[in-house]
T-cell receptor, first 112, second 111 residues
Framework: DAKTTQPTSMDCAEGRAANLPCNHSTISGNEYVYWYRQIHSQGPQYIIHGLKNNETNEMASLIITEDRKSSTLILPHATLRDTAVYYCIVRSLRGATNKLIFGTGTLLAVQP | DGGITQSPKYLFRKEGQNVTLSCEQNLNHDAMYWYRQDPGQGLRLIYYSQIVNDFQKGDIAEGYSVSREKKESFPLTVTSAQKNPTAFYLC??????????FGSGTRLTVV
């Protein structure tokens, strides 16, 4: 599975959009980009995933560059409850393992 | 509601004792996973199982053991061979495209 690079931490004002970047320059053609978040002392929560098209759901939007080497998770109107560690992961649905490999993620601090 | 249940939420162990962490899912997922998380760190894979009666070591399997006798259950035993077992343990399961569903975790402390 490809590795990802994320900033260690970011701040965002409450009510503003939070844009979390992720670099996955070694991603292969059959690997999806997944985003999870983990609020302190809880299990990670699935947010969104995509292959090459931009995706949107009730929680967030995912923008993937045309060359698929990077992506951005957008929380359109951040609230204090969005303060968490956000993990960007690439994963193939084929192959022997299907396992998720977590990096250290981005700690997003939403400020009032 | 479907989900994953981990128990207990908090667990204390004396040095030299084995302890077993429970993980049960009713999502009909084939694959199940155990991760360990240390303070300020990401998740590290201990063991995973893709089907009943089969499991593979992850990146940090030493000192741990698992079984997968039923699709719904994937218990993790932390043995006395694990030198630094104090950590937050997370169980997950997966179907296909929608990734993993995680339990709420068990915090193990050696006293």
């Amino acid at each position: 599975d490809a590795k990802t690079t994320q900033p260690t931490s970011m701040d965002c004002a409450e009510g503003r959009a939070a844009n979390l970047p992720c670099n996955h320059s070694t991603i292969s053609g059959n690997e999806y980009v997944y985003w999870y978040r983990q609020i302190h002392s809880q299990g990670p929560q699935y947010i969104i995933h995509g292959l090459k098209n931009n995706e949107t759901n009730e929680m967030a939007s995912l923008i993937i560059t045309e060359d698929r080497k990077s992506s951005t998770l957008i929380l359109p109107h951040a609230t204090l409850r969005d303060t968490a560690v956000y993990y960007c992961i690439v994963r193939s649905l084929r192959g022997a393992t299907n396992k998720l490999i977590f990096g250290t993620g981005t700690l997003l601090a939403v400020q009032p | 509601d479907g989900g994953i249940t981990q128990s207990p939420k908090y667990l204390f162990r004396k040095e030299g004792q084995n302890v077993t962490l429970s993980c049960e899912q009713n999502l009909n997922h084939d694959a199940m996973y155990w991760y360990r998380q240390d303070p300020g760190q990401g998740l590290r894979l201990i063991y995973y199982s893709q089907i009943v009666n089969d499991f593979q070591k992850g990146d940090i399997a030493e000192g741990y053991s698992v079984s997968r006798e039923k699709k719904e259950s994937f218990p993790l035993t932390v043995t006395s061979a694990q030198k630094n077992p104090t950590a937050f343990y997370l169980c997950a399961s997966s179907g296909q495209e929608y990734g993993y569903t995680f339990g709420s975790g068990t915090r193990l402390t050696v006293v």
